[in-house]
């Protein structure tokens, strides 16, 4: 049986070398070992190539969309709690029982009025005040009895509040089905106003709290800059959009295809479930229903049809945040790695085909030349000295035939060592590139790794860090916009406020109407860095250092950095000032600075430096305001 088993192996095999030999008969060798390449080498090569490409791929966009999920979790929790913040207070501010009591009186005596005017404002002026973003806190009533002193208490009248007249926002929120919602405020997107009634033992309406809260307090740090351009939104039951990194969509219906064309129920908890808002169309308006309907479809914002990556993540308070990350980020990332994968096998694949068609045609050419010579021996020709050289099935005619031999060995051995020289050139030009994503990835482990010890110290100064290293490493760009710079030298004082703690006291002056100006990368934070190197300023008691932005007049920016560290020599600084000590290693740095804000501005720029050794030092540096990116100048 072995035996068999043996001979049908033996058999097949001949049978498989017959038909490559007949497939082959008709090919030359060099065709040969071309077919021999593709079926080999190119064609495993594309397959697995085209498996890598697929596969990093989907690993990328994997690794985007846990960051991203988990990302909008995270968002999430820190408005859930806020929320629920908020609805604490206006809750238990409303389900006060004494409060509740006295706006429920009849009053007869005025000194019965003072002590509930006094109540209110003893209790919960202080409330008002546990929480941030506070902007008006007030509690209305209708009790007829009662006064209202224009600082907690208040009766609905004709005055203006939150855009609408404050007996349609109380009649709107007598008729809301929700003892507690949400809204935005009408015409003003920097605020969020919460609406609380006060209802007694028997349901009846004694009141409302009134909280009207800044929207950039709340809300506005979560929502300003997430996902790469991305945006996110905060919506009630409702679908209505409470907050939104595009503030002109608050106020707006917000249709995403998983909800359907349906809207959801307006009911509420009591911890608030954020119902329609009343701020937005209440009774009093004088809208028709008809014009009413019109305007609600056409202030809604669809993104059913939208290609790019959609997130939902509810709230356990009934709202729900969504998140709309634009693919073109990922998009371009794949790109990249298509085009370094494609760029790289291409590149192998054709040093390879290179390297077999140098190969082949030299064995074809002595083969040929062989020949040749054999034919010139079979007329008679024996100049040819004859000696062994190769051990190859060529060397052993080649050894009859020594200058042939010599001359296609030293060609033979040439193209290897070039080859091998070009394999370790490009090796060597792999292993110099840095990739600052790595760094970046690095740092982001380092705080994952933070994160689950709970080491807040650590986070901080890894998300530092990060932004240091983002401006620091981008090698493609030279000029920023101020309040990039500011947030550059802003992450290096934080990370030297963890290494000298408490010793520095950092002060900011800056003029918001010059943060959108540009200025060129890395200016600020070399002089920042002379404080500790050369100023020993955490050797100083009540060390400062206060930074300085002004737009000044005839269109100028004036960047400062002052310390009272230990100052600098008048004969130092006067060397400073005329380049001496630039290229000496004083490590100052003021001439590189100086040179690259004359590459960008000109002779617009200046950079001065003042001091008073042992007392004080002051840096500034003046130049063009420019809002639009600035080039090198030609004449620079």
């Given at each position: 049986m072995?035996?068999?088993?043996?001979?049908?192996?033996?058999?097949?095999?001949?049978?498989?070398?017959?038909w490559?030999?007949?497939?082959?008969?008709?090919?030359?060798?060099?065709?040969?070992i071309?077919v021999?390449?593709?079926?080999?080498?190119?064609?495993p090569?594309?397959?697995l190539?085209?498996g890598?490409?697929?596969g990093?791929?989907?690993?990328?966009?994997?690794?985007?969309?846990?960051t991203?999920?988990?990302?909008?979790?995270?968002?999430?929790?820190?408005?859930?709690?806020?929320?629920?913040?908020?609805?604490?207070?206006?809750?238990?501010?409303?389900?006060?029982?004494?409060?509740?009591a006295?706006l429920g009186?009849?009053?007869?005596d005025?000194s019965e009025?003072?002590?509930?005017?006094?109540?209110?404002?003893?209790?919960?002026l202080?409330?008002?005040?546990?929480?941030?973003?506070?902007a008006?806190?007030?509690?209305?009533?209708?009790n007829?009895?009662?006064?209202?002193?224009?600082?907690?208490?208040?009766?609905?009248?004709?005055?203006?509040?939150s855009g609408m007249?404050e007996?349609?926002?109380?009649e709107?929120?007598?008729?809301?089905?929700?003892?507690?919602?949400?809204?935005s405020?009408?015409g003003?997107a920097?605020q969020t106003v919460?609406t609380?009634?006060?209802?007694?033992?028997?349901?009846n309406?004694l009141?409302?709290v009134?909280?009207?809260l800044?929207?950039?307090?709340?809300f506005?740090e979560?929502?300003?800059?997430?996902?790469?351009?991305g945006?996110?939104?905060?919506?009630?039951?409702?679908?209505?959009?409470?907050?939104?990194?595009?503030?002109?969509?608050i106020?707006?219906?917000l249709q995403?295809?998983?909800?359907?064309?349906?809207?959801?129920?307006?009911?509420g908890?009591?911890?608030?479930?954020?119902?329609?808002a009343?701020?937005q169309?209440?009774?009093g308006s004088?809208?028709s229903?008809?014009?009413?309907?019109?305007a609600?479809?056409?202030?809604?914002l669809?993104?059913?049809?939208?290609?790019d990556?959609?997130?939902?993540q509810?709230?356990?308070?009934?709202?729900?945040?969504?998140?709309?990350?634009?693919?073109?980020?990922?998009?371009?990332?794949?790109?990249?790695?298509?085009?370094?994968?494609v760029s790289?096998?291409?590149?192998?694949?054709?040093?390879?085909?290179s390297?077999?068609?140098?190969?082949?045609r030299?064995?074809?050419r002595?083969?040929?030349?062989?020949?040749?010579r054999m034919?010139?021996?079979?007329?008679?020709?024996?100049?040819?000295?004859?000696?062994?050289?190769?051990?190859?099935?060529?060397g052993e005619?080649e050894?009859?035939f020594?200058?042939?031999?010599?001359?296609l060995?030293?060609?033979?051995?040439?193209?290897?060592?070039?080859?091998?020289?070009e394999k370790?050139q490009?090796?060597?030009?792999?292993?110099?590139q840095i990739?600052?994503h790595?760094?970046?990835?690095?740092?982001?482990?380092l705080r994952?790794?933070?994160?689950?010890?709970?080491?807040?110290?650590?986070?901080?100064?890894?998300?530092?860090l990060?932004?240091?290293?983002?401006?620091?490493l981008?090698?493609?760009?030279?000029?920023?916009?101020i309040r990039?710079?500011?947030?550059?030298?802003?992450a290096?004082?934080?990370?030297c406020?963890?290494?000298?703690?408490?010793?520095?006291?950092?002060?900011?002056?800056i003029?918001d109407?010059?943060?959108?100006?540009?200025?060129?990368?890395?200016?600020?934070?070399p002089?920042?860095?002379?404080?500790?190197?050369?100023?020993?300023?955490?050797?100083?008691?009540?060390a400062?250092?206060?930074?300085?932005v002004?737009?000044?007049?005839?269109?100028m920016?004036?960047?400062?950095v002052?310390d009272n560290?230990?100052?600098?020599?008048?004969?130092?600084?006067?060397?400073?000032s005329?380049?001496?000590h630039?290229?000496?290693?004083?490590?100052?740095?003021?001439?590189?600075?100086?040179?690259?804000?004359?590459?960008?501005?000109g002779t617009?720029?200046?950079?001065?430096?003042?001091?008073e050794?042992?007392?004080w030092?002051?840096?500034?540096?003046?130049?063009?305001?420019?809002?639009?990116?600035?080039m090198?100048?030609r004449?620079?």
């Amino acid at each position: 049986m072995i035996y068999s088993v043996v001979k049908g192996e033996e058999a097949l095999r001949l049978q498989w070398n017959r038909w490559i030999l007949g497939f082959t008969r008709r090919l030359s060798l060099r065709n040969k070992i071309v077919v021999l390449y593709v079926l080999i080498l190119l064609l495993p090569t594309l397959v697995l190539s085209s498996g890598a490409v697929y596969g990093v791929i989907r690993s990328f966009h994997h690794s985007y969309t846990n960051t991203a999920e988990e990302a909008v979790r995270q968002t999430a929790q820190i408005v859930d709690f806020s929320k629920k913040s908020y609805d604490l207070l206006a809750v238990r501010t409303a389900t006060d029982g004494e409060l509740i009591a006295r706006l429920g009186r009849e009053y007869a005596d005025m000194s019965e009025v003072v002590d509930t005017v006094n109540y209110v404002d003893r209790t919960f002026l202080i409330t008002s005040k546990y929480l941030p973003g506070i902007a008006d806190f007030r509690i209305y009533h209708t009790n007829e009895t009662l006064v209202q002193d224009g600082q907690l208490l208040w009766r609905p009248e004709a005055r203006m509040l939150s855009g609408m007249e404050e007996r349609s926002w109380y009649e709107a929120a007598e008729k809301s089905d929700s003892p507690l919602y949400w809204s935005s405020v009408p015409g003003n997107a920097d605020q969020t106003v919460i609406t609380r009634k006060i209802i007694d033992n028997t349901g009846n309406l004694l009141g409302v709290v009134y909280i009207l809260l800044n929207y950039d307090t709340v809300f506005g740090e979560l929502l300003d800059h997430p996902f790469n351009d991305g945006s996110l939104y905060i919506v009630d039951d409702a679908h209505r959009i409470l907050a939104a990194t595009d503030r002109a969509d608050i106020g707006k219906r917000l249709q995403v295809k998983d909800w359907g064309d349906g809207s959801a129920s307006g009911g509420g908890s009591e911890a608030g479930t954020g119902g329609a808002a009343p701020l937005q169309g209440a009774a009093g308006s004088g809208t028709s229903i008809a014009a009413a309907a019109a305007a609600e479809k056409s202030d809604e914002l669809d993104l059913t049809g939208t290609k790019d990556m959609l997130m939902t993540q509810p709230l356990s308070s009934h709202w729900t945040l969504v998140a709309l990350m634009r693919t073109k980020h990922l998009d371009n990332q794949n790109r990249m790695v298509l085009l370094l994968i494609v760029s790289i096998v291409t590149f192998f694949l054709l040093l390879s085909l290179s390297l077999m068609t140098t190969i082949v045609r030299n064995i074809v050419r002595r083969i040929r030349k062989l020949g040749s010579r054999m034919g010139g021996l079979s007329r008679g020709e024996f100049e040819a000295s004859v000696r062994y050289s190769e051990n190859d099935e060529l060397g052993e005619l080649e050894n009859r035939f020594n200058s042939m031999s010599e001359q296609l060995g030293k060609l033979v051995e040439d193209i290897t060592k070039a080859g091998l020289a070009e394999k370790e050139q490009a090796f060597k030009a792999l292993q110099a590139q840095i990739n600052p994503h790595f760094i970046y990835n690095s740092l982001g482990l380092l705080r994952w790794r933070a994160m689950d010890v709970d080491d807040q110290e650590q986070i901080q100064i890894i998300d530092a860090l990060t932004t240091f290293y983002r401006i620091t490493l981008n090698n493609q760009i030279s000029a920023i916009r101020i309040r990039d710079e500011l947030e550059h030298v802003k992450a290096y004082l934080d990370i030297c406020q963890f290494r000298y703690p408490g010793r520095v006291k950092v002060e900011w002056a800056i003029d918001d109407g010059a943060l959108d100006f540009y200025t060129i990368k890395t200016v600020l934070q070399p002089i920042v860095e002379n404080c500790y190197l050369h100023g020993a300023i955490t050797r100083k008691p009540g060390a400062l250092i206060r930074i300085t932005v002004d737009r000044e007049a005839e269109g100028m920016i004036r960047m400062s950095v002052y310390d009272n560290g230990q100052g600098i020599d008048p004969q130092v600084l006067a060397d400073i000032s005329q380049g001496v000590h630039a290229g000496k290693g004083s490590g100052f740095g003021t001439p590189n600075i100086k040179e690259r804000l004359a590459l960008y501005f000109g002779t617009g720029a200046e950079l001065t430096i003042g001091s008073e050794p042992g007392e004080w030092t002051l840096v500034s540096i003046v130049f063009p305001a420019c809002a639009v990116e600035p080039m090198i100048r030609r004449e620079a």
